[in-house]
């Protein structure tokens, strides 16, 4: 079945780790997404990247860092800088164009203590 | 900055009622427009989505757009206590090439 898989659904880490978070998809989706969900907030924009070697910072990406070398993957480092950094963290993809929906992977929640 | 604007409720609706779920978008340019349903401590997932004036029907599910007045709605007849969740409001900016605006969410509760 095609889909996003987000790795682990629950993180722990000491303050001052620097951790990374993975997502994977098999939909053959051109653009990838990083979102950041805080209780009963919306979603926050960390990074997103449309092409393979290429990615456009979102509305929230101090103290964060991201690669895309494959199509497939992903992967969402909090380093330590980040200030607050326990939240529930989404991936998701899409196609490109202006009709396309995002398609969500199930979340890696992390707590930083 | 281009925004989507929601009540974040909660809006609390008994079992067998219409729920009625709104959102205005900042961005005349807006193309496309979608509903997600989150439910605590999940992921959202696609509703529908819409693009055209008008109303836009699927199930128990009704999506409206109205471009003039830059508003979007989702009704949802026979509201069960299953569709308890966060409803999310997103749009595609005028470019088409930059992610969508999200609202903050509508938390729907419907009472047995």
């Known amino acids: 079945d095609g889909g996003i898989t987000q790795s682990p659904k629950y993180l722990f880490r000491k303050e001052g780790q620097n951790v990374t978070l993975s997502c994977e998809q098999n939909?053959?989706?051109?653009?990838m997404y990083w979102y950041r969900q805080d209780p009963g907030q919306g979603l926050r924009l960390i990074y997103y990247?449309?092409?393979?070697?290429?990615?456009q910072k979102g509305d929230i990406a101090e103290g964060y860092s991201v690669s895309r070398e494959k199509k497939e993957s992903f992967p969402l480092t909090v380093t330590s800088a980040q200030k607050n950094p326990t939240a529930f963290y989404l991936c998701?993809?899409?196609?490109?164009?202006?009709?396309?929906?995002?398609?969500f992977g199930n979340g890696t929640r992390l707590t930083v203590t | 900055q281009k925004e989507v604007e929601q009540n974040s409720g909660p809006l609390s609706v008994p079992e067998g009622a219409i729920a009625s779920l709104n959102c205005t978008y900042s961005?005349?340019?807006?193309?496309?427009f979608f509903w997600y349903r989150q439910y605590s401590g999940k992921s959202p997932e696609l509703i529908m989505f819409i693009y055209s004036n008008g109303d836009k029907e699927d199930g128990r599910f009704t999506a409206q757009l109205n471009k003039a007045s830059q508003y979007v709605s989702l009704l949802i007849r026979d509201s069960q206590p299953s569709d308890s969740a966060t409803y999310l409001c997103?749009?595609?900016?005028?470019?088409?090439?930059?992610?969508?605006?999200f609202g903050k969410g509508t938390r729907l509760s419907v009472i047995a």
């Open positions: 997103a749009s595609t900016p005028l470019s088409g090439n930059t992610p969508l605006v």
């Open positions: 990247s449309q092409i393979v070697n290429d990615f």
């Open positions: 998701a993809s899409s196609m490109t164009g202006w009709n396309s929906p995002l398609h």
């Open positions: 961005d005349r340019g807006s193309q496309s």
């Open positions: 939909l053959n989706h051109d653009a």
